[in-house]
């Protein structure tokens, strides 16, 4: 049986979120592997989990069934979350009010969850509190600061700020070897998980260099998956510990040196900006090495 859903508004929601709404049963796991078979489609096209519904989208469920997307109960999997991983979560608060959370996300753990993770942030504020969402995502090898909305209505504000490039996110990134410009802007087709090409807009500045090494701020102008890491594979500096992208590296046993370091918004007619405190290995690595952090929290005209 085919059901077909128009989606009447913009709910700013990734469809895997979505489809968790209307069919609370459905598991992470069962949601992917029918996008994968083209069981869930938008606009008769394969999409992603990833994706942003949108207001008159039309969402295809090619095998629906009540058993299998209401009435059948799929067991969801109980994330057992270690106490030093909430003692930890706790600590990692940057800020937090009435309405969001500013987190200091630490390296290797993901933000969402999957297949082969076994919690994530996401599994965290869930456990905390079932109103606290995500609003955006870092990867997990990436650190530093997240947004997580304390409700609904915060959740849809900073949904919209995400929309309409109104928060502004830079970046610092360890990287082998050096741009051939200290700064320029990058303008980058990538291709996506479905493979279709999208622009992506990068600004960088070297910051530092020494001993083959750079020091280099990112300022994204658009939020594509991996975006910085294959923007400094192209400007022929991959980032230091990304195995994905950098394979000749001469640092073999480094976890990935990008850290998102300051975020700066408007939020309810009151400006905030953040910083992330580096984490202790991104810190002792630039000492090895010699370089220069001394530009960090002044650089307000980057």
């Known amino acids: 049986m085919i059901k077909i859903i128009k989606i009447e508004e913009d709910y700013n ?11 609370s049963t459905l598991t992470q796991s069962f949601i992917e592997k029918n996008i994968r078979k083209k069981n869930i489609l938008i606009n008769d096209a394969k999409t992603s989990s990833q994706y942003i519904i949108k207001k008159n989208d039309n969402l295809k469920i090619c095998n629906f069934s009540e058993d299998k997307y209401k009435n059948k109960i799929i067991f969801k999997k109980n994330v057992n ?8 979560f706790k600590k990692s608060i940057v800020f937090q009010n009435l309405d969001f959370i500013i987190l200091n996300k630490w390296a290797l753990i993901a933000t969402q969850g999957g297949s082969k993770i076994n919690f994530s942030i996401d599994d965290i504020i869930n456990k905390v509190s079932p109103e606290y969402k995500l609003v955006h995502r870092l990867d997990r090898e990436t650190s530093g600061l997240l947004i997580i909305a304390k409700h609904t209505k915060s959740a849809r504000f900073f949904g919209n700020l995400f929309k309409k490039k109104f928060i502004e996110k830079i970046y610092i990134a360890i990287c082998e070897g050096r741009p051939k410009m200290n700064e320029s802007n990058v303008e980058l087709d990538i291709k996506n998980k479905m493979n279709k090409i999208e622009n ?4 960088y500045r070297v910051m530092s260099y020494q001993n083959g090494i750079s020091c280099i701020l990112y300022k994204p102008l658009t939020g594509k998956t991996h975006q910085l890491r294959i923007v400094s594979k192209n400007l022929g500096c991959p980032i230091i510990g990304d195995y994905k992208y950098n394979h000749q590296s001469n640092f073999k046993k480094e976890i990935l040196k990008l850290n998102a370091h300051s975020l700066k918004f408007t939020f309810d007619d009151k400006n905030y900006e953040f910083f992330s405190e580096l984490p202790e290995d991104f810190v002792s690595f630039t000492k090895k090495y010699k370089l220069k952090l001394s530009f960090i929290k002044n650089y307000s005209k980057f």
Do not use: A, E, G
């Not at 929601?13 to 069919?23: A, H, M, S, V």
């Not at 979350?81 to 930890?88: A, D, E, G, S, T």
């Open 200 to 203: 992506t807009k990068t600004y």
């Open 81 to 88: 979350i270690p106490n030093y991983i909430f003692q930890l």
């Open 13 to 23: 929601i990734r469809l895997d979120k979505y489809l968790k709404n209307i069919y």
